[in-house]
């Protein structure tokens, strides 16, 4: 089992609808919780982070954390072609500083 | 606030060369973490360094190995390439204390001919 799992989609959803990327990890131990964005090409950008159990909104982004199911997940509303990327799930695990990262959903926004 | 910056951007080497790598932290960030990605195995925890020392290791061959200077600056060095290690090498740098948020650099694009 992989310590931090994502559907590799592609997800595709129309500009305009809510974008929905879900993870699970397997480290109960694992606090901290992390959402980027990669473009093609780039590197990865860091949109959110989520330390406790709930929802997390930054402008058109909320991120949900559930410990007790152990699933992270992210929402996009009202997606933009522009949010097309690959988003990865990230979570330390193991204890200390090691960021374990998911493979990464590819998201379609279609016009 | 500058960023983390990552020298040089992109390198072709041969096989069996070896090839060193240069990452700066954000201004006060004193944690650096190596990364490598590839398209078959994602993203890929190397090593992270942090007050000089590294302080957590990923499951690469003693061929990858790394250091930290005084400043936070971070190298990572890889020795007798092979074609399997190209590859986009990343860092990312937050100030230190577990749990902090990782902001990455550029990468370096290293393609191994």
């Known amino acids: 089992q992989k310590e931090v799992e994502q559907n590799s989609g592609p997800l595709s959803v129309p500009e305009g609808a809510i974008a929905s990327l879900n993870c699970t990890y397997s480290?109960?131990?694992?606090?901290?919780f992390f959402w980027y964005r990669q473009y093609s090409g780039k590197s990865p950008e860091l949109i959110m982070s989520?330390?406790?159990?709930g929802d997390k909104e930054d402008g058109r982004f909320t991120a949900q954390l559930n410990k007790a199911s152990q699933y992270v997940s992210l929402l996009i509303r009202d997606s933009q072609p522009s949010d097309s990327a690959t988003y990865l799930c990230?979570?330390?695990?193991?204890?200390?500083?090691?960021?374990?990262f998911g493979t990464g959903t590819q998201l379609k926004v279609e016009l | 606030k500058a960023g983390v910056t990552q020298t040089p951007r992109y390198l072709i080497k041969t096989r069996g060369q070896q090839v060193t790598l240069s990452c700066s932290p954000i201004?006060?960030?004193?944690?650096v973490s190596w990364y490598q990605q590839t398209p078959g195995q994602g993203l890929q925890f190397l090593f992270e360094?942090?007050?000089?020392?590294?302080?957590n290791k990923g499951n690469f061959p003693g061929r990858f190995s790394g250091r930290q200077f005084s400043n936070s600056r971070s190298e990572m060095n890889v020795s007798t390439l092979e074609l399997g290690d190209s590859a986009l090498y990343l860092c990312?740098?937050?100030?230190?204390?577990?749990?902090?948020?990782?902001?990455f650099g550029p990468g370096t694009r290293l393609t191994v001919l």
């Open positions: 990312a740098t937050s100030p230190g204390t577990e749990g902090n948020e990782q902001f």
């Open positions: 480290d109960r131990v694992s606090q901290s």
């Open positions: 989520i330390y406790s159990n």
């Open positions: 990230a979570a330390y695990t193991g204890g200390g500083n090691k960021l374990t």
């Open positions: 201004s006060g960030h004193r944690s």
């Open positions: 360094y942090f007050s000089e020392t590294q302080r």
